[in-house]
């Protein structure tokens, strides 16, 4: 299948690149920046640069490689979207109807939105359910969140009116061996990157945030498996997806068990701790099991003991490219 990437150059596409090319796809990457060192292993793909705030752009992409799916990445995410909100609406808002609009141009069947957890936030009537259903009231407190819930609404939209077949997952926290992108919640990675490269970390969060987290490859698996599924068995346009909720504290220690010498602290961020309180403390996804199967194969402790190594490997090659 001829699948075309938005945002390709991130911490999902790096993943989701080597998954789509080792099931024998032509895949077209795009990102705004040039093909990162990291992505060297995906030799035979076509790297092309694409700013999807560029409707003409999007639009001559879409009908000059006319691709069958696509997965649309590209974002400002959570953290740096309120260092720069301008920026975090015009790459997640206009972005994301430049994709649809060239997706309903250039009669592109199928569309894959990755939304967030972002999307949650407090009620004025009191906090989340725990765990958080897919149908509750949006409330985001972020740029970004507002962004993920128009273009979920979007997406629908589209579907609705157009017949295309946009569907999306809400990711939670992902983790996987790279450098975190800007998410509120990169503390988890830097459990891990900071634990190997430096013996420590000082987490930007207090040590009892507990937060939806997945490891990269149940994360890729979703978007392969909700992109390939049956569309008389999807119910809904956007899907919840959960894998594990830990505490800070319980990734310390799940880490700690690999890397015994690790020391972790907790100094909160007001900014980032407070976009963490405003997320679910957990997910129900029992849509998403019920209509395509969903099941995550990683617990926190089976992310651990798969990370640190890969972790340790990106860093080594890291410090061998920087030489
Ligand atoms: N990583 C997570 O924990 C997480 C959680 C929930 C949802 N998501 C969503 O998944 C998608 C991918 O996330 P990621 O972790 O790979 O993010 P990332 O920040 O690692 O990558 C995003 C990519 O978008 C690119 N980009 C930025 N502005 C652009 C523009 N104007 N035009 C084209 N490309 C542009 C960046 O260069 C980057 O390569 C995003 O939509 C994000 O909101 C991610």
Known sequence: MKILLTGAGGQIGHDLIGALVSQGHQVVSTDLAPRPPSHAHAGGVDWQRLDVTDAAAVQHMFTEHRPELVFHLAAILSARGEQDPRLAYDVNQTGTWNVLEACRRAKVNRLIFTSSIAV???PPSGPLPDPTPDDVALHPGTMYGATKVSGELLCAYYRKRYGIDCRGVRFPGLISAAMPGGGSS???LFMYVDGVRKGAYEAFARADTRIPLMYMPDGVRALLELALADPARLTRTIYNIAAFS????????????VLPHAKFT???DPV???ILD???????DSAAQRDWGWKPKYDLDAMTDDLVPRV???LELGAILSH
Do not use: C
């Not at 405003?278 to 129900?284: F, G």
């Open 246 to 257: 830990p505490r800070a504290d319980e990734i310390a220690t799940s880490v700690k068990r």
């Open 120 to 122: 949650f936030g407090p």
């Open 266 to 268: 907790y100094t909160p």
């Open 312 to 314: 340790t490997r990106m």
């Open 278 to 284: 405003s997320w679910p403390k957990s997910i129900d």
């Open 186 to 188: 990169d503390y988890a």
């Open 272 to 274: 980032r701790q407070g």
